[in-house]
């Protein structure tokens, strides 16, 4: 069987192209704009061709040099991109950098690459919201003169082995001869796994005693990581509303530890003086259901951005799925 192939952009710290990869695509080219995420990929994945650039200078056919032509008849374009935000006030749809490089995308499919499938994967009020409904006129008048047909969906990746509660929001464009052989992914597991099941092992890997009676509180799936903004602020698990359901869980979610707890409970670099555990950034990787092998380059903070900034891996497998079952009929 054939390896599909793909370009992947805003790649970050690599999850969606990962959960690609594993669905049988083979990238021709990586982009992303961060020092950081770039090392992180090619940490990881040495032979994988790694650019450091804006999406919003990328032009391949001005700039062929060192890019190969030929590479860019790909299979897939994906896109794991910034969230689009929408203002509650004037429900319209904030003009910035986010909404640019979505557009961008939809620029890169339609006038350079055409690939035979586009993956989109963005905030789930994307995919419905009345606010959203010029961007998707936007996508749909780039792509339907190019014999684009069109699946849009919102997925939850609790539904496919990941122990958190993460809508997202899908596009899938595909020529129209493939359009009918797509169908979104059904759920890969048939109960969500809470993040008790997924972090006892490494709550317990100092021997804390009181692990599984934490793990027994902590039963249900873990709210939504977000990776906050690249500009201010630490790591911390969001906002005050999301660190209460964190708190119910017995997390403080007001920062990152620096180590699991000791068989005492004390985790050393804590100096809160709460009850409540914090989580490693390790932790919060097994939350998006990265392997344990996944190296995040860069400090604390820079590892949990990228870490809540990305798609887990089981979702874009999922996706990739789907998409090579109708590419290759």
Known sequence: MRKLTSVDVCSGAGGLALGLERAGFNPVLLLDNKAIACETLRRNRPAWNITEMNLLDFDPIENPDPYDPDAFEVDLLSAGLPRVKSSATTKRVETGLELRLLKATVHLAAHVIQPKALLIENVPDLVTAPEFEEVRGFIQSELLHLDYKFHWFVVNAADFGVPQDRKQGVLVALKSQLFDRFHAPAPTVARHITAGEALLSSMSARGWGDAEAWATQANRVAPTLVGGSDNRGGADLGLTGTKKVWAQMGINGGA?????????????????????????????????????????TGKKTLRYRQIGHASPPPVGEALGRAIATALRG
């Open 256 to 296: 990152l530890s620096d180590e699991v707890p000791g068989p005492n409970g004390i985790q050393e670099s804590d100096t809160s003086g709460s009850s409540l555990k914090k989580l490693t950034v390790e932790q919060t990787a097994i939350l998006q259901s990265f392997p344990d092998d996944w190296i995040f």
